[in-house]
């Protein structure tokens, strides 16, 4: 007798199971105070801003694996030397932390240039001619002999004036100059005193970077690239009246210390014979900024808890949800470190992934500055996939309403770790917190020593990760699987990566 009411008693909560709907099974696993613990911890004063390479910045990817762990989500198979293989949760990733060139001068026509920053370095004492060449460009190169000379350009291009879009154009300038035999690259950025402080502090510092292996390296004909502060091109105006000038630079080599950093990454199989070969990548960064100028209370710890604690938390509440409840594709969860020294871990797994990219067929990232209004969830490229209607249904069903960036002039899209999976043809918008504009909450918290885990609004967050996770189910149990809109920036990039 005991064992029948066992065995129904177990048929009754398999049916139980099986009939929850999505919604339900949100709800059954994102609670305010799992939400709090979390966040709570990542942003605390002890992870010191949980700054990459740092030992909290470990610490952070240890409680992230063991979280993992505790959920059920298993570890991926990586090839860590040639015919070795194990399982972890940690993608071990070499980084050089590069100290700052203590001897750098830079004169033109007898002038000293003082304010200016390495771009690339080169160690060099050279004294020769510059000649100027306008913005650098293909072009300005007509008829000019460059070789073995400094080359002086202007930033941007013709219709290309902001300093973001001037440093996106840096690699192809720099490889013009090296085509044309040039030694060195001096480019007259023009920013007003706020941006410069910026760049100066960015490249005047510790930086760190992915380290190349020692034979990429080698072969490589040397070119040095600095920007010189030249606010309304006051000294460009001046060059180009100039045939040739005479040049003086001397740089030192940089300081590089080894240092090792980890994504963290697991996955659950989806349920579906046929879909589950089907990834859908959940991912967020973890590291912060770490300690930098102390605020008027001379609090110098930036904890980072809305960037990007939160986007952190949003993965680890998804990852809970489809360990308990998986859906028809398989999820591969992803958190990344080095995103603020320039999106390192997610440069390094797309260039490294433990699963071949033609399975990922979306790339579901969040991340955070702020927010504004608590009424929406701002979805970076939200028009961009046609996984928009599923997002849309899940914020509605929490009483949120998904809306598109309002703030495009800021280029969000291009500035968090879904980029380098949008180039390689993965749909991959950003699932953020709610703004209306750019200002206000939003930037009195972002970078700043004030972004703490007691200034966030917890019955908003609640609605904001059942929004996340909901759906995420949604688009990892829709029969069509998602892809660009039609005409989209990467849809050409998509068609090549999956053959369609």
Request: proline share 3%; net charge negative; aromatic share 10%.
């Amino acid at each position: 007798m005991k064992y029948t009411i066992f065995f129904i008693s177990l048929l009754l909560s398999s049916i139980t199971l099986y009939s929850q709907s999505d919604k339900e099974k949100v709800e059954a696993t994102i609670t305010k105070n799992k939400i709090e613990g979390h966040i709570y911890f990542l942003a605390d004063d002890l992870l010191k801003g949980r700054q990459t390479g740092t030992p909290e910045n470990k610490i952070a990817a240890a409680y992230l694996a063991n979280t993992l762990r505790s959920y059920g989500v298993k570890p991926v198979t990586q090839n860590v030397m040639k015919g070795s293989n194990t399982e972890s949760y940690f993608q071990e990733i070499k980084l050089n932390k590069v100290s700052p060139i203590k001897r750098l001068l830079l004169a033109i026509d007898g002038k000293e240039l003082k304010r200016k920053v390495v771009l690339k370095p080169n160690k060099m004492e050279f004294t020769g001619e510059a000649i100027y060449l306008g913005y650098g460009l293909e072009n300005d190169y007509k008829g000019k002999n460059v070789s073995e000379k400094i080359v002086i350009v202007r930033s941007g291009a013709p219709k290309v004036t902001d300093t973001r879009a001037a440093f996106g154009l840096v690699e192809q300038k720099e490889q013009l100059a090296k085509d044309h035999g040039a030694i060195a690259v001096i480019e007259l950025l023009d920013a007003n005193e706020t941006t410069w402080g910026y760049i100066d502090h960015n490249f005047n510092s510790d930086r760190i970077e992915i380290a190349k292996d020692k034979e990429n390296q080698d072969g490589k004909k040397g070119l040095a690239y600095l920007w010189v502060h030249d606010e309304n091109n006051v000294q460009a105006k001046a060059f180009e009246s100039k045939n040739y000038m005479s040049a003086k630079l001397m740089m030192e080599g940089e300081d590089k210390q080894t240092i090792i950093s980890q994504n963290v990454i697991g996955m659950v199989e989806g349920t579906d014979s046929q879909l589950k070969n089907e990834f859908i990548i959940y991912s967020a960064h973890y590291d912060h900024v770490g300690i930098g100028k102390p605020d008027e209370t001379g609090d110098e710890i930036y904890n980072g808890a809305r960037d990007n604690a939160v986007g952190t938390t949003t993965v680890l509440s998804m990852a809970e949800n489809i360990a308990k409840y998986p859906t028809k594709r398989s999820a591969l969860f992803i958190l990344f470190t080095g995103e603020e020294k320039g999106l390192l871990g997610s440069q390094y797994y797309v260039e490294n992934p433990l699963l071949p990219l033609n399975k990922m067929v979306y790339c579901f990232n969040s991340d955070n500055a702020g927010y504004n209004d608590t009424s929406v969830i701002s979805i970076i490229g939200l028009p961009r996939t046609t996984a928009s209607a599923n997002i849309k249904d899940a914020a509605t069903t929490f009483g949120l309403k998904a809306i598109d960036d309002a703030a495009p002039e800021q280029n969000l899209f291009e500035r968090s770790d879904n980029i380098v999976f949008a180039r390689k043809g993965i749909p991959a918008p950003t699932f953020s917190l709610g703004f209306q504009s750019f200002d206000g909450d939003v930037t009195k918290y972002y970078h700043q020593p004030g972004d703490e885990a007691d200034t966030l609004d917890y019955d908003y967050l609640l609605k904001f990760f059942q929004s996340y996770v909901l759906a995420g189910r949604l688009i990892a149990n829709d029969p069509k699987t998602p892809t660009w809109t039609t005409n989209d920036k990467y849809e050409a990039a998509g068609k090549a990566l999956y053959g369609n």
